[in-house]
């Protein structure tokens, strides 16, 4: 939107900023959830990325208090039991809320590189998104 309606690159730059970072944070709160909502909320069953052998934010952040979980991820949690044992090693760790931290930090940047537009409703409404993004819970 910002290349059709502004000339200016400097413009696009920070739309582009502000896209990459609300978008890294959105996603980042959707591995999150992923552990801590239920699957009627979502629309998907819990723990899915998983059971696709995906390591997402949580995991990482869960094999820092757990190294066992390192064989799990190169096995992609294919043995049975893994994607249990990973689910239960991640809610006993902190990885839930260093990847909740970690989207706070995006949207953050997020939110301090939009802000170098001039104030307007559409900016406004920039910056609100960047906070639903971390409060949805689905």
């Known amino acids: 939107v910002s290349v059709l309606g502004c000339p200016d690159p400097v413009v696009h730059e920070i739309a582009y900023q502000y896209g990459k970072n609300v978008g890294l944070a959105f996603q980042l709160i959707d591995d ?9 909320r979502m629309g998907k069953p819990t723990s899915a990325d998983l059971k696709l052998g995906l390591a997402t934010g949580p995991v ?3 094999c820092q208090q757990f190294p066992e979980m ?11 039991g893994d994607v249990d044992r990973a689910r239960q090693y991640v809610l006993q760790s902190d990885g839930v809320q260093q990847t909740t931290y970690l989207a706070q930090r995006y949207c953050r ?15 406004d409404a920039l910056i609100q998104l960047s906070e639903i993004v971390l409060t949805r819970d689905k």
Do not use: G, H, W
Not at 32 to 40: A, E, H, I, K
Not at 109 to 123: G, M, T
């Open 60 to 62: 990482l952040f869960a």
């Open 32 to 40: 999150v959830l992923d552990f801590t909502s239920c699957s009627d």
């Open 70 to 80: 390192n064989a799990m991820i190169m096995r992609r949690f294919s043995s049975p």
């Open 109 to 123: 940047e997020a939110v301090r590189e939009i802000s170098k537009l001039r104030p307007s409703p559409e900016r």
